[in-house]
C-alpha cells in the first residue's frame, strides 16, 4: 500500500520521555512532507498545546493538519481554516463540577485561551497537563459560571483509584450524552458525544479524498484505540497500553527508541 498519511499520538508516541521530538524523527517527518506526504499531530491537548510541534514540523509550509482534543477540533495548518469543531453540550458544566467537587484529590479542567480553569483541586496531574501544554492554571471556584459556553472538551485528573470512581458516577448520569473515557489512568475525557480520535479522522479523510486504507495512525494510550482500529496499518508503540497492543497491525520500538521514525522507514520511504 502507498499510504499517504501519518497520524501521530504526541505523548508517548511521537515525543520521548523528556516531551521532544528527536532530530533523526524530525528530519524524516519534513522529508515525507518534502514528498507529498501528510502528517496528522493527532493530540488529546488543546491545539495551543500542540502548535509548538506543529511549527517545527514545519506542518503550515506543507500543508498538514493538527486534531486537537481528541477529535474535537481539526485545522488545516496551511489555511488556518478551522475544518471541523465539536463543542461540548452547554448545560454539562454544573453537573460535572457537582460530581467532581464530590472526590477528593480530583480536579476538572478546562481550555482557555491561553490558559486552563480548574475547578476542583489542583493536583500532580493537572500540573503536568500544564506542563505538557505550556500553559498556566488558573484555579476559579465559580468553575460552571466560566464554562457557561463549554469548548471540546472537560479532562478530569486525580489518582487513579479515584478517577474510576468518578468515570463510573459519569458514565451513568450522562449516559450517551457524552463520550467518556480515560487516556492514561490518571486521565478521564470528557467529550461530546461521538467524538474520538477515528470519528474526526475519517471527516478529514473524507475532505481531502483519502480513504482510511491510505492512513497510517501510530499511538500509545486507550484514546488512540479507535484510530488505530480504523487505519490501514495501525501501529502501536513498545511502550503502549496492552489493549493497544492488541488491536495493533505493527508493534514498533518505544517512543524513547524513534519508534515513529522506524515506521517512516519501514511503510513511507
Request: with cysteine; aromatic share 8%; glycine share 8%.
Amino acid at each position: 500500500m502507498d499510504y499517504q498519511i501519518l497520524a501521530l499520538d504526541l505523548d508517548g508516541t511521537l515525543t520521548n520521555s523528556k516531551k521532544e521530538i528527536s532530530k533523526p524523527t524530525l528530519e524524516a517527518l519534513i522529508d515525507i512532507q518534502k514528498n507529498g506526504k501528510k502528517v496528522v499531530l493527532a493530540s488529546g491537548r488543546p491545539t495551543v498545546g500542540v502548535m509548538p510541534l506543529a511549527e517545527e514540523l514545519h506542518l503550515k509550509e506543507y500543508g498538514s493538519y493538527i486534531l486537537s482534543c481528541n477529535g474535537g477540533c481539526i485545522i488545516d495548518c496551511r489555511s488556518e481554516e478551522l475544518i471541523y469543531n465539536k463543542t461540548l453540550p452547554d448545560d454539562v458544566s454544573a453537573p460535572l463540577h457537582h460530581i467532581v467537587k464530590k472526590y477528593s484529590g480530583v480536579d476538572i479542567l478546562a481550555y482557555k485561551e491561553g490558559y486552563i480553569l480548574s475547578g476542583g483541586t489542583i493536583n500532580q496531574y493537572s500540573e503536568l497537563e500544564s506542563r505538557i501544554n505550556h500553559i498556566p492554571l488558573v484555579p476559579v471556584s465559580d468553575f460552571a459560571d466560566h464554562t457557561a459556553e463549554p469548548g471540546n472538551k472537560f479532562l478530569i485528573t486525580g489518582e487513579p483509584d479515584m478517577i474510576e470512581r468518578v468515570k463510573k458516577e459519569v458514565s451513568e448520569y450522562f449516559r450517551s450524552y457524552l463520550n467518556v473515557y480515560c487516556s492514561d489512568p490518571f486521565f478521564l475525557e470528557i467529550m461530546p458525544p461521538g467524538i474520538d480520535k477515528a470519528h474526526s479522522l475519517l471527516r478529514l479523510l473524507t475532505s481531502i479524498g483519502l480513504s482510511a486504507d491510505e492512513m497510517i495512525c501510530c499511538g500509545d494510550g486507550y484514546n488512540d484505540l479507535t484510530m488505530i482500529e480504523t487505519a490501514g496499518l495501525g501501529v502501536a508503540m513498545a511502550n503502549a497500553q496492552p489493549p493497544v497492543k492488541e488491536k495493533a497491525d505493527y508493534i514498533t520500538k518505544s517512543n524513547d527508541e524513534d519508534g515513529v521514525l522506524h515506521v517512516i522507514n519501514q511503510f513511507m520511504r
